[in-house]
């Protein structure tokens, strides 16, 4: 058993949470027993998830995206009423760390999305108001793969290491039929492709597209794969869980909560 000021005071300092400006608050959101003994984690607050939490009897549920996001109606009704009701009457604590959580060089998203495809970090970039930045500290990365990859043979291995179909647009021009260099950033973050596109890489990895991506690789002579908003950030938020349950001897379980998205 731990207590909840202690999990949360040490999530806050290892992930930073003071250097980023961000769309929603990081840390407790909804406050439940003040003793954890059991942590759930996954990647979004869902009904499905709390329900998941609930019947695994935990006292906290650890997430990616959370509740209370800028811009969304403050109002605590509809489904936000349903989910927090439910959080509520099983005194189940809510903490959810979004751009802390893309961002921590070992545990984040984007670090543990390299360990997962193989890549191998050298560098940061983003950060000054583009895709997933907002004025925050740098999160995304960019390195290389071991020598040199045919494109559609990265698409495949993408593909099946998360499990998940990857949309692959190439460049129209068809000289860059290789990769070795990549930049990557998880989630919504296909924002970033003209930074990737002035780092020089061959590739650039998300999760999400827009209409206008396709536009940009097919002109800008570098390979977009969008691998699922979901798919690309299920890794930071396990990485966090099994952290604090080797450094806090606490137990705990990632829960998964499949999204196509």
Excluded at 75 to 89: A, D, M
Excluded at 113 to 141: C, H, P, Q, T
Excluded at 211 to 235: C, L, P, W
């Amino acid at each position: 058993m731990v207590a909840r000021a202690d999990i949360i005071n040490y999530c806050d300092n290892l992930l930073e949470v003071a250097q980023f400006k961000d769309y929603c608050p990081n840390g407790l959101q909804v406050e439940g027993a003040e003793d954890v003994t059991k942590i759930v984690t996954g990647v979004t607050a869902s009904q499905a998830l709390i329900n998941a939490a609930i019947a695994e009897n935990a006292d906290m549920l650890l997430v990616h995206h959370g509740f209370f996001w800028q811009g969304e109606n403050p109002n605590i009704v509809g489904i936000k009423q349903r989910r927090i009701k439910s959080l509520l009457q099983a005194n189940i604590n809510l903490v959810a760390y979004h751009l802390p959580l893309d961002a921590h060089p070992l545990l984040g998203n984007n670090a543990q999305l390299a360990n997962v495809l193989g890549l191998e970090v050298e560098g940061r970039f983003g950060g000054d108001g583009g895709g997933n930045g907002n004025g925050s500290m740098a999160i995304a990365m960019h390195g290389c793969v071991a020598g040199k990859i045919a494109a559609s043979q990265f698409a495949s291995h993408i593909s099946a290491s998360l499990n998940r179909q990857v949309l692959h647009i190439a460049p129209e021009s068809g000289s860059n039929q290789s990769i070795h260099t990549v930049a990557w950033c998880t989630g919504a973050a296909q924002g970033y492709i003209e930074k990737a596109v002035e780092l020089g890489v061959d590739a650039f990895i998300t999760g999400e597209a827009s209409e206008q991506t396709t536009h940009i690789a097919r002109e800008s002579d570098i390979h977009f794969f969008a691998a699922g908003h979901h798919a690309t950030e299920r890794y930071g938020v396990k990485a966090l869980g099994e952290h604090l349950s080797q450094h806090l001897d606490i137990d705990q379980c990632f829960i998964d909560i499949d999204n196509p998205i």
